[in-house]
């Protein structure tokens, strides 16, 4: 942590202003007096992020009091600079028992808001806007954040999903004054007249539980999908990306219900019962989502397949028991039931692609080629190629033999040599090789005009002619990592340098180990990487041999895979 005057007082009143345009000159005068020391402090955070604190002291202040926060550019209002003005951010007001969680690093999910109307949330919030959270017993601030979704998505999906990110808690290490952190002061229950406000209120039981070690999840239970067909209508009509689709957890809502109602109405129809629920997941839902995306129950709002499947269980889809403890097996379906009946699938927007048409894609082409260089031309001036011509490294050996006998150039005295020519000298050796007669063998020619000219790969797919481009080509590398809860993933890298369509790749794993993926935006990297949950390397490089056809000597970390279990000889 390091503090340092902050001189452009100024410029820190400019940016409070651009950020907060109801502050008014004489509100800016009072916070930020000429005669203050304001002073910045810069701190790292437990997320590896820096923040920047700004602090004022007055002459009467015993300590600097932190009155702003500055956090990727953006500039928010710690809670003790709310606490003299209430009205600068727009507040969530939540119940008490909230806080205690919000203090040990939640985030604020909806289900916790108070009273969920339409004129809650906001008049008009935008996705990172600036907000604050209170009490429904204290409108003094107790958490500032910025908001995970817009006003128009809060209302649309009340109780479903986060709704701050929380920066800032009151109690946190922002406070640098010596003596006990200042506390929240009383200013009475929030002034909005909200219905339910002044009446008793009965705190959930989700709220009123233990964390007990484990994961808090406060988010009361997915209401039923009106339409069962929303789906296919988002799908046909915004013709949305896999990486926007499943952005939000109320899309992996709907294709879950999706998978599931068209798994009782295709594979699992006929399926003996009871069924174990994580082999319905792998056999049929998995194989009943669309080909253009990825069904992933963590990037939902249920988190875990038993709450989803809790949910289908309080709808009466199915009945669900516990036959051996610890295990929960599907023991009856409602066929009969109208959400099934109403369930249609449209086969031209949801069918598999035909395995010949996939097939045309997957398999690309690799093919080393070396581009002529100025160094080089010389040799292979007689052969009808210029400067910027790309060779195979066969077509190399031979124009370059080529020019050896033409030349007559082969020792007489001993065949596995060459005598080097000025042309030859200054193709393979330059100005730096020296003027001297030099005989060198066959292999020494090979390997140093190579040397000499430029490495490129032409990738070109099976299939419908494409033309080749020249890339830069990188072995797929594969790294085996530890997250929390010693849980092993594996990450995946390079793919798409191959011509190799990350979405359909993340498919064939999430199918073929029963594992979860997921993509993300690697800084600096062209290609995307891949995570699949577990040591899956193994698969994952029989996968692209096999299947995709990609050459041993272009994969990477093929030792990281795990090792064979021994079978005991009886």
């Known amino acids: 942590m390091c503090r340092r005057i902050y001189n452009r007082g100024k410029k820190l009143k400019a940016d409070v202003l651009k950020c907060f345009p109801q502050l008014t000159e004489e509100h800016l005068q009072t916070l930020l007096p000429s005669k203050a020391s304001v002073s910045a402090v810069k701190l790292l955070t437990h997320s590896s992020t820096y923040a920047n604190v700004f602090c004022v002291q007055n002459e009467s202040d015993p300590a600097p009091v932190p009155l702003f926060f500055e956090v990727e550019k953006a500039h928010y209002p710690t809670v003790f600079l709310l606490w003299k003005h209430p009205s600068l951010l727009y507040h969530f ?14 985030d604020l999910m909806l289900a916790g808001v108070v009273n969920h109307k339409e004129s809650d949330f906001g008049q008009n919030l935008q996705l990172g806007q600036p ?77 009123k539980a233990e964390e007990n070690g484990a994961e808090v999840n406060i988010e009361d239970p997915v209401e039923e999908t009106e339409n069962l067909n ?33 798994s009782w109405k295709n594979s699992a129809k006929k399926t003996p019962l009871p069924l174990l629920t994580s082999n319905f997941f792998r056999v049929h839902m998995i194989p009943a989502c669309p080909s253009r995306y990825t069904l992933d129950v963590k990037k939902s709002s249920y988190k875990k397949l038993g709450a989803f499947l809790k949910a289908m269980t309080q709808e009466g889809l199915v009945t669900i028991k516990e036959q051996v403890k610890g295990v929960e097996s599907i023991v009856e379906v409602n066929l009969e039931h109208e959400a099934l009946k109403k369930f249609h699938l449209r086969e031209d927007d949801f069918e598999e692609p035909k395995v010949e048409e996939k097939k045309e894609k997957e398999s690309p082409h690799i093919q080393e080629l070396y581009k002529i260089t100025a160094n080089v031309a010389p040799i292979f001036k007689n052969c009808n190629c210029k400067k910027g011509d790309m060779l195979t490294a066969q077509t190399v050996r031979n124009n370059v033999t080529e020019y050896v006998k ?12 060459v005598t080097l020519n000025a042309t030859l000298h200054d193709a393979l050796l330059g100005a730096a090789g020296g003027s001297d007669t030099v005989n060198i063998t066959w292999e020494e020619v090979m390997q140093k005009c190579l040397s000499r000219m430029t490495q490129t790969y032409h990738l070109t797919a099976t299939g419908p002619l494409t033309q080749p481009k020249p890339v830069k080509l990188e072995p797929i ?25 990350i979405q359909d790749f993340a498919r064939k794993c ?61």
């Open 406 to 417: 033409q030349n007559n150039l082969q020792n007489p005295d001993n065949p596995r040599f």
């Open 510 to 570: 999430q199918h073929g180990v029963a594992a979860s993926t997921s993509i993300s935006e690697v800084p600096g990297k062209k290609s995307r990487e891949l995570l699949v949950q577990g040591n899956q390397v193994d698969f994952v490089a029989k996968l692209l041999q096999e299947e995709y056809k990609i050459p041993l000597r272009y994969l990477r970390g093929l030792e990281a895979a795990a090792a064979k279990k021994k079978k005991n000889k009886k």
């Open 230 to 262: 929303v789906l296919e209508e988002k799908l046909e009509e915004t013709k949305i990306s896999d990486e926007d689709a499943q952005a939000g957890p109320e899309f992996m809502d709907e294709l879950l219900r999706y998978c599931f109602l068209k």
């Open 131 to 207: 907000v604050a959270v209170n009490t429904n017993s204290n409108r003094a601030a107790i958490a500032v954040g910025k908001a995970a979704r817009s006003s128009q998505d809060m209302r649309q999906f009340p109780s479903q999903g986060k709704g701050v990110f929380i920066l800032h808690v009151e109690g946190d290490h922002l406070w640098f004054g010596p003596g006990a952190r200042p506390t929240a002061p009383s200013l009475g229950p929030p002034t909005d007249e909200k219905e339910g406000e002044n009446d008793e209120i009965e705190v959930p039981d989700e709220i």
């Open 477 to 501: 590398d594969m790294r085996v990592s530890t997250r929390s809860g010693n849980k092993k993933v594996t990450l995946i890298n390079n793919l798409e340098l191959f011509g190799i369509d």
């Open 93 to 106: 007001t939540v119940w008490d028992p909230v806080i205690d969680f919000l203090r040990k690093g939640a």
